[in-house]
């Protein structure tokens, strides 16, 4: 446990305590009780977190940019000949 945990939980428990009454004895108790309350908010803050996986991109993403970093895509379009340029290119050849 790091200091910051053990402040939060000082501080909480003893509000607590200050909440019920100040009841003698039951310390433990209301430590244990925000122990409980702080590990879990921990846990569920660390499950919805993203993993170092989850920051990947999405598949469709990823393979467009595949496709823009290849050779191929840096390449100009081919020339397109209508089909008059064809006859005209077939006569002079």
């Given at each position: ?15 607590l ?34 993993d170092?996986a ?16 290849s ?23």
């Amino acid at each position: 446990m790091d200091d910051d945990q053990y402040q939060t939980i000082s501080k909480r428990a003893y509000e607590l305590w200050e909440a019920e009454g100040r009841p003698h004895g039951r310390d433990r108790e209301h430590w244990e009780q925000v122990e409980q309350e702080v590990l879990s908010q921990q846990q569920q803050q660390a499950a919805s977190a993203p993993d170092d996986a989850d920051l990947s991109l999405p598949q469709e993403q990823s393979e467009t940019m595949a496709a823009a970093s290849s050779p191929a895509s840096t390449a100009l379009p081919a020339k397109k000949i209508s089909a008059a340029g064809r006859a005209k290119k077939a006569k002079t050849a």
